[in-house]
Nanobody, 117 residues
Framework: QVQLVESGGGLVQAGGSLSVSCTASGNIFRPNVMGWYRQAPGKQRELVAAIWSSGSASYGDSVKGRFTISKDNAQNTVYLQMNSLKFEDTAVYYC???????????WGQGTQVTVSS
């Protein structure tokens, strides 16, 4: 089992910045991928950004150039820096951890990010 503890999020004006972080603990082994998904009311959950234990990262099209994901492998912590936030970035952001072998997913409880226009 893997436990995920999220922090950060909150309320920010459009154009502002915000960050969220997520720390994984428990039975962690490589290779793995950690990242963030988000879900706005009435919409499907979508990928925001993900980073592999190798260091490779990928981003959803809507956040490229504005969001940056990074990871502290020693602390099993992933950070998401969100800049130039838009109203449409408003959503509940969920941390995700996945073991590549076995394709086992774990989810955080979610943290609200609200961008006021």
């Amino acid at each position: 089992q893997v436990q995920l503890v999220e922090s950060g999020g909150g309320l920010v004006q459009a154009g502002g910045s915000l960050s969220v972080s997520c720390t994984a603990s428990g039975n962690i082994f490589r290779p793995n991928v950690m990242g963030w998904y988000r879900q706005a009311p009435g919409k499907q959950r979508e990928l925001v950004a993900a980073i592999w234990s190798s260091g490779s990262a990928s981003y959803g099209d809507s956040v490229k150039g504005r969001f940056t994901i990074s990871k502290d492998n020693a602390q099993n912590t992933v950070y998401l820096q969100m800049n130039s936030l838009k109203f449409e970035d408003t959503a509940v952001y969920y941390c995700n951890f996945r073991h590549i072998v076995g394709d086992v997913n774990y989810w955080g409880q979610g943290t609200q990010v609200t961008v006021s226009s």
